[in-house]
Structures are given as C-alpha cells and as structure tokens.
C-alpha cells in the first residue's frame, strides 16, 4: 500500500485529500507543519509527499530544499499562488508537480498515481540493468541505490549513506559516532540516537524484500555491524 504523506495547515483541505486518497487505496499521514513534516519523513518511510506553500512555520520552498538533502521522495506542491515563475522555482528546486488552488482532490489523487507508476516503472529499468541479481547486496555508487537480493530498496539519501558504509565493511562494528562521521552529521549535534531509528528503518527495508534476512546486526553497547550470509 503506498504511503502518502500530506503537510497541509487547512483542514478543510487535508482531510478531502485524505478522504480520497484513503478511498484510493493509500495509506495516509497529515502534519500541520513543514518541520513535522520533514521529521515524519526522516523516522517513517513515505512514498510520495504532498505539500502547502504555504505553512505557518518555513514555506514549502524551503522545506522541500532541507527535504532534497536527505530524500528524493516524490513530492507534490500544493499553493494558492498560479503564477509561472513560482510554479518553475517550485519544481526547479526538487519538486515534482504542482497544483494550484482551488484544486479537485481527485485530480491531486490521479497525479499522485501518475508519479508512482512513473516512479515504479523507472526503479524496474533500472533494476533489470543489474548484472548481479543473486548476491545479497549490490551498491550502484554511480546512481547512489542499492539492491538486496536483485530488489531495488527504496532509501532516503541518509539511509543510503549509512547502509553503504555498513556493508563495506562486513563483520566491523562501528558505533553511532562513526556512523554519524560517515554521514556528514557532527558528533555535537544530539543526533546519535536517531541512528537507531534510521538502522530501524532501514532493517525494515530489508524485510520487505526478504523475512528471513537480518544482515544488519547490533552489538549492544558500542553500535552496528553488518554480517554477510
């Protein structure tokens, strides 16, 4: 079931997106403000978000700049203003589409399918590319995605960072103050228990693909390490 995630301050809007969309088959999740949003999206795997220009804490243009640091998730403007100029910053800044106000929910719900079957699609392509389909991973640095077991995961910038570092080094326990260097992330920013939570998300990934395989280890009291079937 794909996940939607709506970020919309209007009531009245969010729950007509979410009335259809649900009815649509989706999974949804509504957030009032872009920094709930984005936390969302950093602690729950999301297949496409929708997002308001215009929320009362930081704009969705600058939301969708601090999303594109971390996730290349789908993502659909939602905004009052129609003219062209914004609805070209909008999408030169990592959008994917844009609707402008007043809208028809059904119409936001038809793009949303348009996009992850566009999406869906392309993840196949370039899946059917890979040469090593047995192995249990193949990292493809080039276009920055991996495979797990010939499947193509489906991981945030951040996620793909820490499981590539991960599975260079089999067997290498590496604490969350390493894993937080390997990202880029300083050891002062109060970040490190949120490795815990991406390694979660990440191990989820991986079952989705196969039950059976945990290849992700944890050694309790000094951080994580992967171990190769």
């Not at 949804?28 to 929708?50: F, M």
């Not at 800044?93 to 399918?113: C, H, L, M, T, W």
């Not at 869906?120 to 493809?140: C, G, M, P």
């Not at 228990?193 to 979660?200: A, M, P, V």
Request: proline residues 4%; charged residues 25%.
């Amino acid at each position: 079931m794909p996940r939607v995630l709506i970020v919309e301050d209007e009531s009245s809007i969010a729950e007509s997106l979410l009335f259809v969309l649900q009815a649509e088959g989706f999974a949804t999740h509504w957030e009032t403000l872009a920094t709930k949003g984005l936390e969302y999206i950093q602690q729950h795997p999301v297949d496409l978000v929708i997002m308001d220009v215009g929320l009362p804490d930081i704009t969705g243009f600058e939301a969708c700049k601090q999303l594109r640091r971390f996730s290349e998730v789908p993502l659909i403007f939602l905004t009052a203003r129609g003219e062209e100029l914004d609805r070209v910053v909008g999408l030169e800044i990592g959008a994917d589409d844009y609707v402008v106000k007043p809208f028809s929910p059904r119409e936001v719900a038809a793009r949303v399918k348009v996009i992850l079957k566009r999406r869906i699609t392309t993840n196949a392509e370039s899946s059917t590319q890979q040469k090593s389909v047995n192995q249990e991973f193949d990292v493809d640095e080039q276009r920055k995605v991996i495979y797990f077991f010939g499947a193509l995961l489906s991981l945030t910038k951040l996620e793909y960072q820490l499981l590539e570092y991960l599975i260079k080094r089999p067997d290498h326990v590496l604490s969350r103050e390493q894993l937080l260097q390997a990202v880029g992330i300083a050891n002062d920013a109060n970040y490190d228990r949120s490795i815990d939570t991406h390694i979660k998300t990440i191990r989820s990934k991986l079952r989705q693909i196969n039950e059976e395989a945990d290849p992700i280890k944890t050694q309790r009291g000094f951080g994580y390490f992967y171990q190769p079937s």
